[in-house]
């Protein structure tokens, strides 16, 4: 019986150590000032689930393969790219939307609109964000999307984001864009976002459980646990998107697919296929250049970054919020757990997560300052 307790006692004070507010980084500016004050979900503490410890590999782990979701009814948009591709934008709308504002939904790598982690913040947002539209931009081939040209994506590839942005602004004129990405789709978002300055079409973004350096993040992902854990589910999913397009890369000169086909790792897929396709040199440079830290720094419209420090996924000394100090547009928000895409809270391993509630109430309180 001793023994019972004294576990259940070490198991209190290990989960109370993981309780805590949320660390913000950001310029004391007008704006940044009324966003923190509207969006209380900024400033309270995070409760993780109390199912199973809160451990950053728990938390993903339980996230990834038991989170349930609700099934989302999407609208399917087949748009054509200047290269003969086909971009597949999934839409919700509820009986209130109208075109005042968009939001775009960027997936993390092999990631799509029917993601779990995809669905459960889309059935929030459609909730909560009343006469929202919402669209899922789902990267070439990915889901059960065709990939019609060997354009395939990357972390570096942000021309469909930006084509994206360009035709929502010439289609809705009168709308206000926004747009939130997930995982490497947040690297994709931010990485546009700071090339593009202040030229973007989009009012507002969110970056969640972005790596941001991804040199350093492969490097935290080739440990041996990592690579068990995380590294064969990513690039068993490279490996089946390889697959699926197997005709449209065999007849790309210069590609060993039979050889990408034996990847064991992302690096390795990314070695075989990805900077053959893309034209890097070596994978170190392909990393670099799409590493989204490097362009942070030129993102000119409000942004709000959301990574937890026991991210597995990701090296938190990566996380470059030092930047806030030399660009009043950003808010970085650092959980002190959380893992990866996952948030859980309370006694729930499923449903909405507090990420996802946090980034809602942050368009809900951008839009009531701007009005």
């Known amino acids: 019986m001793q023994w019972i307790l004294g576990a259940i006692g070490i198991y209190g004070l290990y989960y109370w150590s993981k309780i805590s507010r949320p660390k913000l980084f950001f310029e004391k500016t007008d704006f940044n000032k009324k966003i923190i004050e509207r969006c209380r979900h900024l400033r309270e503490t995070y409760y993780p689930s109390l199912l199973f410890p809160p451990n950053g590999h728990l938390i993903t782990m339980f996230g990834a393969v038991l989170r349930s979701y609700k099934p989302i009814l999407y609208t399917r948009e087949v748009i054509v790219t200047k290269d003969g591709g086909e971009l597949c934008i999934d839409w919700v709308t509820t009986d209130s939307s109208n075109e005042t504002f968009i939001l775009v939904v960027l997936p993390g790598l092999v990631g799509s609109s029917s993601s779990p982690y995809i669905s459960n913040f889309v059935s929030h947002a459609s909730e909560n964000l009343k006469g929202w539209k919402i669209a899922v931009l789902n990267a070439r081939g990915t889901g059960d999307t065709p990939l019609k040209t060997k354009q395939m994506y990357s972390g570096a590839w942000t021309e469909d984001i930006r084509f994206l942005g360009r035709r929502l602004r010439d289609q809705y004129p009168h709308s206000t864009l926004f747009a939130i990405g997930f995982s490497l789709g947040a690297n994709v978002l931010v990485k546009y976002l700071g090339e593009e300055g202040t030229n973007t079409p989009f009012a507002g973004a969110i970056s969640m459980s972005n790596p941001y ?82 362009y942070v720094h030129r993102v000119a419209v409000p942004l709000l970054s959301v990574t937890c420090e026991d991210d597995p996924i990701l090296d938190v000394s990566g996380i470059p919020t030092d930047t806030c100090k030399a660009n009043p547009h950003l808010i970085f928000m650092n959980l002190k757990s959380g893992g990866h895409v996952a948030s859980l809270e309370g006694f729930q391993f499923w449903g909405t997560s507090y990420a996802d509630r946090v980034a809602v109430q942050f368009l809900k309180s951008f839009v009531e300052i701007k009005d």
Do not use: P, W
């Not at 589910?233 to 697919?257: K, T």
């Not at 086909?261 to 392909?286: H, M, N, Q």
């Open 213 to 294: 350096d991804l040199l350093l993040s492969n490097a935290t992902m080739n440990g041996r646990l990592k690579k068990e854990l995380y590294g064969r589910a990513l690039v068993s999913g490279l490996i089946s998107y390889l697959r699926r397009h197997h005709q449209v890369f065999l007849s790309v000169d210069g590609l060993d697919v039979e050889h990408a086909l034996r990847s064991k790792s992302v690096g390795d897929f990314d070695e075989r296929i990805v900077i053959k396709l893309f034209g890097y040199a070596t994978v170190e440079d392909y990393y670099r250049d799409a590493s989204s830290c490097r």
